[in-house]
T-cell receptor
């Protein structure tokens, strides 16, 4: 059964720290991996990764995918209190019978203290 | 461009009743996927519609159904509500062909009493 495992499940850091969130997956047929940030409402899209070894960056956030070892990491540098949220990792299966379906991990709850 | 909208935002229903939730995708997006989010199970896929056709369905009972209209707006219906149906119901839209980035709406918080 396809699944996504995120670690750690929760994390408390102080402003200015750098954090690394992990996402490993076991899938039979892989199209892409996506990262979302969820505060009190809807998940907000961060990154979509399809190619191994290519880093995607947006401000203080970056992410990379390793398709050989089946994992992805999300880095946040110089954390701010506004980064406090649940970070969700999801993958999209490739086969057409699974169209429109994302399989999510449990999420990592990040709390950034002032 | 306007984002994904969902109505209503909050709903309280009684066991045994039925409920209909609505989702309007981003303009130009033809795919709408529905998810249920609970503290215990996380985000779980319900079904996906593309051009008025259900293309994919998750492991939920037949009480959960949906449809999509010609303007890509989608509705989901839950009949004979159970306490365990209390959850945040999220819809996500995407182009649905070649680019599958999904963008989520704010969700409908359903409470069943």
């Amino acid at each position: 059964e396809d699944k996504v495992v995120q670690s750690p499940l929760s994390l408390v850091v102080h402003e200015g720290d750098t954090v690394t969130l992990n996402c490993s997956y076991e899938v039979t047929n892989f199209r892409s991996l996506l990262w979302y940030k969820q505060e009190k409402k809807a998940p907000t899209f961060l990154f979509m990764l399809t190619s191994s070894g290519i880093e995607k960056k947006s401000g203080r956030l970056s992410s990379i995918l390793d398709k050989k070892e089946l994992f992805s990491i999300l880095n946040i540098t110089a954390t701010q209190t506004g980064d406090s949220a649940i970070y969700l990792c999801a993958f999209e299966p490739r086969d057409s019978s699974n169209s429109g379906k994302l399989i999510f991990g449990q999420g990592t709850t990040l709390q950034v203290k002032p | 461009k306007a984002g994904v909208t969902q109505t209503p935002r909050y709903l309280i229903k009684t066991r045994g009743q039925q409920v209909t939730l609505s989702c309007s995708p981003i303009s130009g997006h033809r795919s709408v996927s529905w998810y249920q989010q609970t503290p215990g199970q996380g985000l779980q896929f319900l079904f996906e519609y593309f051009s008025e056709t259900q293309r994919n369905k998750g492991n939920f009972p037949g009480r959960f159904s949906g449809r999509q209209f010609s303007n890509s707006r989608s509705e989901m219906n839950v009949s004979t509500l159970e306490l365990g149906d209390s959850a945040l119901y999220l819809c996500a839209s995407s182009l649905g062909t070649s680019n599958y980035e999904q963008y989520f709406g704010p969700g409908t918080r359903l409470t069943v009493t």
